[in-house]
């Protein structure tokens, strides 16, 4: 591959290379690495997942015990608030969250606020509950918080000013780059984080002053209803906003009981959830967004979350008509639980499909957190096979800090799906985290993600153990290494080892390069 400047200006066999070769250029001999395109996480917080890599890791706790004996240790060696992340009950023996009481006495009646790893609850102590009056609002049940409840706690606990915001932020960013991470889709949201935040990450507060770091695809979750609305909210962004779209909830998190269902939870038959949204909010914010020109979108997790978001979908395309809801490519988060009746209509709409394969490595497996929660239910989650086979566009993330920023793990788990049915094949991964990366944000240039004359020098170099083409057993070749096949090889995923990067460049510039490299 010839680089010239930022932009790829020829590919070709060693031989070729040979003879185009002269004095003018530097070579470099990656010694068998892998070279592709960059990726691109289709969903993260970004300040967040800054603020988890700082913060007391709790995925690593197996038992409640296990959780209490971390928060413990960590009262012991800090002052003041005790911030965790990524703790999940459900593979634990006692199958329960930590109160408020058993957070006090580990501390030491210290404030504890520790995210559940989907971050759309958590569980406190009773210090930091007493202080925020959390038990007179929404959602408290003992020291675990969702709704109101938790938005309080998690704002309270991310009271950051700027300096450290930007820590945060700078944090993320360079491991993201560190993983081959070219860009990063900022689902940015009131609830999560103030508006200074997302406008810092976009470069119009100040700035990272870390040198280069991947892009931000900014979006902001916030609900309007009306242009004076939209003008408003949109306006300290200075129009650089890829959309009023992301974390816009519809619904909540199957973790937290908060996904809104059609039918009760298998393990908590008194609850259906939680609909954030009207049909008609959803539709009205559509068709708003539609008229300006920008994405619109929500996360959706329940099956009659996303029967309220369809149902918008039809009063927007009522309002402006299907070919301009069309055009529009609205984008839908997490699609979790979509049937074949919902992906028709996502294909009908334009819809895109931004997805997380962590979560079904995560909470697929027989017995794990799907099946504890929907039943039988639990086996038509995250259709990545169908919404691909049906023609919707599927981009896919991290959720970061949900799950880590690893693309390979994400197109592992895709091709390896708990569902046989729904796996892809590699390739159809690779470019979920790639190229689709991109034009789910609507970029302009059809040559990001792509490795081709013309398109921007985007990329990463990988240390890799072996390479194939993989497909889903069942669907043909479970793989091959044969190049007169005309596809283009990947790291073989079912080894112990994963692939590592060695370097990462976004147009032409150096956003990470490993030791000795």
Same mark, same amino acid.
């Given at each position: 591959?010839?680089?010239e400047g930022?932009?790829v200006?020829w590919?070709?066999s060693?031989q070729a290379a =040979? ?5 003018r250029m530097?070579?470099?001999d990656l010694?068998? &690495?892998?070279?592709?395109p960059g990726?691109v996480?289709?969903h ?17 706790a197996?038992s409640l ?5 971390l928060?413990a ?11 965790g992340y990524g703790w999940?009950?459900s593979s634990?023996?006692e199958r329960r969250v930590p109160t408020?009481?058993e957070?006090d ?14 971050v759309?609850? &958590? ?6 509950a007493?202080a925020? +009056?959390?038990?007179?609002?929404d959602?408290?049940?003992n020291?675990?918080?969702?709704r109101?409840a938790?938005t309080?706690?998690?704002?309270a606990?991310?009271?950051?000013d700027l300096?450290?915001r930007s /820590?945060y932020q700078?944090?993320a960013?360079?491991?993201?780059a560190a993983h081959g ?6 689902m !940015?949201a ?10 810092? @990450?976009m470069g119009l507060?100040?700035?990272l ?16 209803q009306?242009?004076s609305?939209l003008?408003?909210v949109?306006?300290?962004f200075e129009g650089?906003l890829?959309? @009023?779209a ?12 908060t996904a809104a269902?059609?039918t009760?939870y298998?393990d908590a038959p008194?609850?259906s959830?939680?609909l954030?949204l009207?049909a008609?909010? !959803?539709g009205?914010h559509?068709?708003?967004a539609?008229r300006a020109?920008l994405q619109?979108?929500f996360?959706v997790?329940?099956?009659a979350?996303?029967?309220t ?7 927007a395309?009522e309002?402006v008509?299907?070919e301009q809801?069309r055009?529009?490519?609205?984008r839908?988060?997490?699609v979790?639980?979509?049937?074949d009746?919902?992906i028709?209509?996502?294909v009908?709409?334009g819809v895109i499909a931004?997805?997380?394969?962590g979560f079904?490595a995560?909470?697929g497996?027989?017995?794990g957190?799907?099946?504890? /929660?929907?039943g039988e /239910?639990s086996?038509s989650? +995250? ?7 049906a023609?919707? @566009?599927?981009?896919?993330g991290?959720?970061g800090p ?5 693309p390979?793990s994400a ?5 390896f799906?708990?569902n046989a049915a729904e796996?892809i094949?590699s390739? =159809?991964?690779f470019?979920?985290h790639?190229?689709?990366g991109?034009?789910?944000a609507?970029s302009?240039n059809?040559?990001?993600g ?10 990463a ?11 889903p057993?069942?669907?043909g070749?479970?793989w091959s ?7 283009p090889l990947?790291?073989?995923l079912?080894?112990a080892h ?8 976004? +147009?032409g510039?150096?956003?990470?390069r490993?030791?000795?490299f």
């Amino acid at each position: 591959m010839l680089v010239e400047g930022d932009t790829v200006a020829w590919v070709g066999s060693e031989q070729a290379a =040979a003879s185009l070769q002269d004095s003018r250029m530097d070579v470099v001999d990656l010694g068998g &690495a892998l070279i592709t395109p960059g990726f691109v996480d289709a969903h993260a917080h970004i300040t967040e997942t800054g603020a988890a890599l700082s913060s007391l890791d709790l995925t690593s706790a197996a038992s409640l015990t296990e959780l209490l004996d971390l928060v413990a240790q960590a009262a012991a060696g800090t002052e003041g608030l005790i911030v965790g992340y990524g703790w999940d009950e459900s593979s634990w023996p006692e199958r329960r969250v930590p109160t408020a009481a058993e957070l006090d006495a580990a501390s030491g009646s210290r404030p504890v606020y520790l995210a559940r790893t989907d971050v759309h609850c &958590a569980v406190v102590s009773g210090t930091l509950a007493a202080a925020l +009056n959390l038990a007179a609002h929404d959602g408290w049940d003992n020291g675990f918080v969702v709704r109101a409840a938790h938005t309080l706690a998690r704002t309270a606990s991310r009271s950051l000013d700027l300096a450290q915001r930007s /820590r945060y932020q700078q944090a993320a960013l360079k491991h993201a780059a560190a993983h081959g991470i070219i860009a990063v889709t900022e689902m !940015a949201a009131p609830h999560i984080s103030p508006v200074e935040d997302l406008r810092q @990450l976009m470069g119009l507060d100040g700035s990272l002053g870390a040198g280069p770091l991947p892009e931000v695809l900014p979006y902001w979750g916030q609900l309007v209803q009306s242009e004076s609305e939209l003008a408003e909210v949109t306006a300290p962004f200075e129009g650089r906003l890829r959309g @009023l779209a992301g974390d816009l909830n519809m619904d909540g998190s199957i973790g937290a009981r908060t996904a809104a269902l059609r039918t009760p939870y298998t393990d908590a038959p008194e609850t259906s959830g939680t609909l954030y949204l009207t049909a008609e909010q !959803a539709g009205r914010h559509l068709e708003l967004a539609t008229r300006a020109g920008l994405q619109g979108g929500f996360h959706v997790i329940g099956d009659a979350g996303l029967d309220t978001v369809l149902a918008g979908l039809r009063i927007a395309a009522e309002a402006v008509g299907e070919e301009q809801i069309r055009a529009s490519h609205h984008r839908l988060e997490h699609v979790e639980m979509a049937d074949d009746a919902a992906i028709a209509e996502m294909v009908r709409y334009g819809v895109i499909a931004s997805m997380q394969p962590g979560f079904d490595a995560a909470w697929g497996s027989s017995g794990g957190l799907y099946e504890q /929660r929907l039943g039988e /239910r639990s086996s038509s989650m +995250n259709r990545f096979a169908s919404l691909l086979s049906a023609g919707v @566009l599927v981009a896919l993330g991290s959720d970061g800090p949900v799950m880590p920023l690893d693309p390979w793990s994400a197109v592992r788990a895709a091709v390896f799906h708990s569902n046989a049915a729904e796996r892809i094949s590699s390739r =159809a991964a690779f470019i979920g985290h790639t190229r689709a990366g991109w034009r789910a944000a609507g970029s302009g240039n059809f040559m990001l993600g792509q490795l081709a004359p013309g398109a921007p020098a985007s990329y990463a170099v990988w240390e890799v153990e072996e390479l194939m083409v993989q497909t889903p057993e069942g669907k043909g070749a479970a793989w091959s290494t044969d190049p007169r096949a005309g596809t283009p090889l990947l790291p073989a995923l079912d080894t112990a080892h994963q692939p590592r990067c060695l370097l990462t460049v976004h +147009n032409g510039t150096e956003l990470y390069r490993s030791v000795g490299f």
